[in-house]
């Protein structure tokens, strides 16, 4: 199934606490359907003394946000948008916004050989 957004994308949060907000997923975790977007819903966790952590405590780290709950950004417009996928003459595959505008381009045209 192809997914609308993807790891490295600014995405904007349309629902829950972060609603309105933007971001970098920084992780797809296809499994659960779920994305994590850096510096949002953010948890403590309970850790013990480590040698990563030599005092332990508690630290910070970022939740899942369920992939519905984002929309990647809109380059013109700079909102979220919803996408459509586009088949080109020359084989190249491309996310494109509702409004037209080109996202990114997912797969390039591969060279025919004769």
Do not use: C
Not at 17 to 24: F, M, V, W
Not at 81 to 110: L, P
Request: net charge positive.
């Amino acid at each position: 199934m192809a997914r609308h957004v993807k790891k490295g994308d600014t995405v904007e949060i349309i629902a829950g606490e972060h609603k309105g907000t933007t971001g970098k997923i920084m992780k797809v975790i296809s499994g659960k359907d779920a994305v994590i977007v850096e510096g949002h819903n953010l948890v403590y966790k309970h850790v013990r003394p480590s040698q990563s952590h030599p005092q332990g405590g508690r630290i910070r780290v970022e939740q899942p946000i369920h992939i519905s709950n984002v929309l990647p950004l809109n380059p013109k417009s700079s909102k979220g948008t919803r996408v459509r996928f586009e088949t080109k003459k020359n084989g190249s595959k491309s996310r494109v916004a509702v409004d037209g505008s080109e996202i990114d381009v997912i797969k390039k045209a591969s060279k025919k050989k004769k």
